[in-house]
């Protein structure tokens, strides 16, 4: 089946510090969404990119759908302890009948040390 | 707003067992989904479902069944549970059409001893 490749797998990184992650596909997704888990519960809706190009921010986290509809990158300013959490990348090819499917990559472990 | 509703939140069965994971939404969504999450595996599509009475597999079916008689609820059902289905499931919902947003429940942890 498709796969998404998400990168990188975890980080550590240290309070204030900016954070990048993406996720790379070898087929077209014509919808990029950006997930973030948290013990426990289950994924957040963070970001939905329908776009190609399109640079979209909720607060610290700005994700963009790459031109090519194959990647998309989510970024994390100035990160703070609350951060801490798998984040998700996820594509739907298409609307309509079986391509409501979303395929997921398999997450970023995020860790920010205080 | 309740959104997405799993019951149970934690279960343990003996492998052979039977049981039916819950699923309810108040979004009156028409798309709605099941999946597994295993360390190091991402979210795994189960079954999925396009409105009532329309059900089809995902990428991981085997040993599941789903049913959808109404809008609002999409049972998971385990046959006879083994130990390899031991694993957090997560149910989904979203609109069909332009909108790809999937709401998630609170997960059910699973462990089949």
């Known amino acids: 089946g498709q796969q998404l490749n998400q990168s990188p797998q975890s980080m550590f990184i240290q309070e204030g510090e900016d954070v990048s992650m993406n996720c790379t596909s070898s087929s077209i997704f014509n919808t990029w969404l950006w997930y973030k888990q948290e013990p426990g519960e289950g994924p957040v809706l963070l970001i939905a990119l329908y776009k190609a190009g399109e640079l979209t921010s909720n607060g610290r986290l700005t994700a963009q759908f790459g031109i090519t509809r194959k990647d998309s990158f989510l970024n994390i300013s100035a990160s703070i302890p609350s951060d801490v959490g798998i984040y998700f990348c996820a594509g739907q090819r298409n609307s309509g009948g079986s391509n409501y499917k979303l395929t997921f990559g398999k997450g970023t472990l995020l860790t920010v040390n205080p | 707003n309740a959104g997405v509703t799993q019951t149970p939140k934690f279960q343990v069965l003996k492998t052979g067992q039977s049981m039916t994971l819950q699923c309810a939404q108040d979004m009156n969504h028409e798309y709605m989904s099941w999946y597994r999450q295993d360390p190091g595996m991402g979210l795994r599509l189960i079954h999925y479902?396009?409105?009532?009475?329309?059900?089809d597999q995902g990428e991981v079916p085997n040993g599941y069944n789903v049913s959808r008689s109404t809008t609002e609820d999409f049972p998971l059902r385990l046959l006879s549970a083994a130990p390899s289905q031991t694993s957090v499931y997560f149910c989904?919902?979203?609109?069909?059409?332009?909108?790809?947003?999937?709401?998630f429940g609170q997960g059910t942890r699973l462990t089949v001893v």
């Open positions: 989904a919902s979203s609109w069909t059409g332009g909108r790809a947003e999937a709401f």
């Open positions: 479902s396009v409105g009532a009475g329309i059900t």
